[in-house]
């Protein structure tokens, strides 16, 4: 079992890889965002606009990487090296063996898909099975009804709301529903994705 909870290592796997976020990546970070539009959407509930140029992806990236209990990931496809999205792990805490689950988007072609679910069960893997997790958290906006929605089938358990808890982008006050997985619910947790994953290769 793993003991270096702030390993910048690339996680790996049946079609993603989570590859450490680097400045380098921030041309793709900008085409897998999409058109204005597109953008938008993604980044709604982020704590950031969408980049206009590539100066403003890198200085994103940078933040990220400059956060020392955070560790980011850009999300791959495995065959092709096309860069949908991000995510990370945050708020590390070994001593208490936790660690948060978060500032995920994926580019929206890719919405409904098979790739988060596979994205988490990756993270989540690394968390329980690695590094011997504890407790794995999520944050999200109370307005996201759509985050929320895929929390939940991911098996975590609401815990409740936070007040004005983080600032939005544009000045208003977040309330943060938050939620949790413990390792004891861990297993049946995995064993629902792993059949999720399984009945999405049998249709498609």
Do not use: C
């Amino acid at each position: 079992m793993s003991t270096d909870w702030l390993e910048r290592r690339e996680l790996v796997g049946p079609s993603l890889r989570l590859s450490p976020l680097r400045t380098t990546d921030a041309a793709d970070f900008l085409a897998a965002l999409g058109d204005a539009a597109a953008a938008e959407a993604v980044t709604a509930h982020l704590s950031y606009h969408p980049p206009r140029d590539l100066v403003e992806a890198q200085t994103i990236i940078q933040g990220a990487l400059d956060t020392a209990d955070r560790l980011a990931y850009a999300q791959r496809i495995k065959t092709s090296g096309e860069f949908i999205g991000t995510t990370s792990f945050y708020e590390i805490d070994p001593a208490l063996r936790s660690v948060a689950i978060g500032h995920t988007w994926i580019a929206q072609r890719y919405w409904g898909s098979h790739l988060n679910i596979e994205s988490k069960l990756i993270m989540l893997s690394r968390a329980f099975d690695e590094l011997g997790a504890e407790r794995v958290v999520w944050h999200t906006d109370v307005l996201n009804l759509r985050s929320q929605a895929a929390i939940e089938r991911l098996g975590a358990r609401r815990e409740g709301v936070l007040r004005h808890h983080r600032i939005r982008r544009d000045g208003s006050w977040r309330d943060t529903v938050q939620y949790s997985m413990l390792s004891a619910e861990w297993p049946l947790a995995k064993d629902r994705l792993l059949r999720r994953l399984s009945l999405n290769d049998k249709l498609t």
